[in-house]
């Protein structure tokens, strides 16, 4: 969660709570795919294509 929030300011709760739901798997997948994102809009859409 520091490297996003540092990255693209305060993460809104909602999606705070969406991570921490995430699987040690996910979470691993998320630390790699987040290099590739250039806004906090890419962390959504990332999120959104888990389901």
């Known amino acids: 969660m520091l490297m ?21 798997e996910q979470l691993q997948n998320l630390a790699v795919a987040a290099f590739n994102f250039s806004s906090s809009q890419d962390l959504i859409a990332w999120l959104d294509n888990l389901s």
């Open 4 to 24: 996003l929030s540092s990255r693209f300011g305060a993460i809104a709760p909602e999606i705070e709570n969406r991570i921490a739901q995430l699987s040690p």
